[in-house]
């Protein structure tokens, strides 16, 4: 099989990479986090303009038509430089179900604003008792006229407190564990009934617990079929996990670079601490995990297109445990090499572990994945 980037692809890559070398060092990636959103504005202008807000999305809805390696492309670059702004929950989620199962009005209403950057979008999933399970919801949608009445808690909103329109799960029929009978509904976050408490996380990004207490929607907000919507939930979860995989490579290859420099300049004994054996395999040890953390990643963009749900989901489930074991590796053996100092808010490299720490835990962490392997009889 043939791994080597189209030139389209190639001038995709290099193009992300400018932008970011250009704007986002790690100290400007502090300046970023102090801004009111918790993340540039007009970096993510910038992002729009290059096009990256409009990768996948099809060229009739003013996108680019890109697939799932141009994701991958712009994911790592944006895990190597340790990027605030809102791209997961905002095109990889809110835009995959839009893209996947958006009617042609939901498309014209909402993906313009998506795509030049003017609205911000988050997924408002979690709930506190379901932990990683999608089909665990108790959010409600009770049909009212030809609408719907929205009642319920959401935590941990990826983007909540800066969004523009949030993406929601609810159930419309149906026990809190059914598979049938929840919908996905599109709610604009100032609507009548909406309440956000945002707060930092532990990676410098921002979240939100978000309410919603008697909030009436139309009947346009629903996205595809109101009572059968956790495939389609499923189906975009695992883009993001895909992506996730993708944007923890980027991470985890900045980590070992920045501490191989490290070694090579930290001096102990009169000699850089690179010049002893030990340590110089503990670096070849994390650069095997990094390779097998990049071999699943790709293997989980290109599981991503599989139109067998099982064999899609199983496949990005195998990725997300290399994924998650390789990240908990470099983690600490970065933290570890450098010593007290990678533990301090100076030093980017804790920066580095407590994102891969996040994403681990995003929509599943290793263990999660490992027992639903399990469940299906291994990788096929």
């Known amino acids: ?106 498309k014209a209403n909402y993906l313009p ?27 409600t949608a009770k049909p009212q006229g030809d609408g719907w009445v929205i009642d319920g808690d959401k935590t941990v909103v990826l983007n909540g407190d800066s969004a523009d329109v949030l993406i929601v799960t609810a159930r419309t029929k149906g026990g809190q564990r059914d598979r049938d009978g929840i919908g996905v509904f599109l709610v604009p976050a100032n609507a009548k009934g909406v309440s956000r408490k945002g707060y930092p996380t532990q990676d410098g990004l921002r979240a939100a617990d978000i309410s919603f207490n008697g909030v009436v929607v139309g009947a346009d907000a629903a996205i595809g079929d109101p009572a059968q919507g956790l495939p389609l939930i499923e189906r975009v979860v695992d883009d993001a996990r895909a992506a996730l995989c993708a944007e923890a490579v980027g991470a985890m290859e900045e980590s070992l670079k920045t501490t191989v420099e490290y070694l090579k300049t930290r001096t102990q004994f009169g000699v ?20 097998q953390a990049r ?65 681990d835990r995003t929509f599943g962490d290793a263990d999660y994945h490992l027992a639903r392997v399990g469940e299906a009889g291994g990788v096929i």
């Open 1 to 106: 099989m043939d791994f080597d980037l189209s030139e389209e692809q190639r001038l995709l890559k290099d193009s992300v990479e400018g932008l970011l070398k250009s704007a986002y060092d790690f100290e400007s990636r502090k300046k970023y986090g102090a801004e009111p959103d918790g993340f540039s504005r007009a970096i993510w202008g910038k992002f729009a303009e290059q096009g990256l807000l409009g990768l996948p999305f099809a060229e009739a809805d003013g996108g680019f038509g890109a697939g799932s390696v141009e994701t991958m492309i712009v994911m790592e670059a944006l895990g190597r430089a340790l990027v605030l702004e809102p791209y997961l929950p905002t095109v990889i989620l809110a835009g995959g179900f839009l893209r996947r199962a958006g009617s042609a009005e939901q």
């Open 113 to 139: 604003g998506l795509i030049d950057g003017s609205k911000l979008f988050a997924f408002a999933q979690l709930e506190k008792s379901s932990r990683y399970d999608l089909g665990d919801v108790t959010t």
């Open 272 to 291: 850089p601490i690179a010049s002893f054996q030990v340590l110089q395999h503990r670096a070849a040890d994390m650069f095997v995990a990094l390779e």
């Open 295 to 359: 071999s699943m990643a790709m293997f989980a963009i290109m599981a991503s297109d599989f139109e067998d749900a099982k064999q899609r989901a199983n496949a990005i489930a195998a990725a997300k445990v290399q994924v998650g074991r390789s990240l908990k590796f470099i983690g600490e053996q970065s933290i570890q090499l450098h010593g007290g100092i990678g533990v301090t808010m100076e030093a980017k490299i804790g920066h580095y572990f407590k994102r891969l720490t996040m994403i």
